[in-house]
């Protein structure tokens, strides 16, 4: 069955810092994944996802994701961070459904 | 310019009373969803439907309900509200049931029961 881990609920950075959002997936074929921010009293919107074109993913608001299938794993970067990037981040995982599979999110704090 | 509309925003309900949550969306999509967020939890699948006519379960259908009106709208009904239905409650759509394809979430209704 697929899933999705996200290691570490809470991640803090002082603005300016490199932002890393750790993301690993488990799936029995090649999976399909996605990162989805959620700001404060938002719904989610997308940032990126990975449908297998290329390893490396950019997104919206200069985040990017790079897919190791060695690792199973699906990070998101970010090379400096702002302030409004402060938000929830989710990782997601879809086989051959339409159902996505969410992990539990990660909280962005960004100091100045 | 709307994508997809939830109503009402916010609602506080007694157990055992019921409620819809509606969602519509304005993008012409055949697939929607409704979603659940609880604290440390991510957002798990209620139910989706594929298409007009269709519904099907996701991983936690227990208590609900729902209806896909026509293409547009897709609600979610709890008919006897419990304390641990306290939650945040997305609706998003895609434009097709697949797995590539990006889904368009609402603002959410946040609902407690007491």
């Known amino acids: 069955a697929q899933s999705v881990t996200q290691l570490g609920s809470h991640v803090s950075v002082s603005e300016g810092a490199l932002v890393l959002l750790r993301c690993n997936y488990s799936s029995s074929v090649p999976p399909y994944l996605f990162w989805y921010v959620q700001y404060p009293n938002q719904g989610l919107q997308l940032l990126l996802k990975y449908t297998s074109a290329a390893t490396l993913v950019k997104g919206i608001n200069g985040f990017e994701a790079e897919f190791k299938k060695s690792e199973t794993s699906f990070h998101l970067t970010k090379p400096s961070a702002h302030m409004s990037d402060a938000a929830e981040y989710f990782c997601?995982?879809?086989?051959?459904?339409?159902?996505?599979?969410f992990g539990t999110g990660t909280r962005l704090q960004v100091f100045p | 310019n709307a994508g997809v509309t939830q109503t009402p925003k916010f609602q506080v309900l007694k157990t055992g009373q019921s409620m819809t949550l509606q969602c519509a969306q304005d993008?012409?999509?055949?697939?929607m969803y409704w979603y659940r967020q609880d604290p440390g939890m991510g957002l798990r699948l209620i139910y989706y439907s594929a298409s007009e006519g269709t519904t099907d379960k996701g991983e936690v259908p227990n208590g609900y309900n729902v209806s896909r009106l026509n293409k547009r709208e897709f609600s979610l009904r709890l008919e006897s509200a419990a304390p641990s239905q306290t939650s945040v409650y997305f609706c998003?759509?895609?434009?097709?049931?697949?797995?590539?394809?990006?889904?368009?979430f609402g603002a959410g209704t946040r609902l407690s029961v007491l």
């Open positions: 993008m012409n999509h055949n697939s």
């Open positions: 998003a759509s895609s434009e097709a049931a697949g797995h590539t394809n990006i889904q368009y």
């Open positions: 997601a995982v879809s086989e051959n459904t339409d159902k996505l599979i």
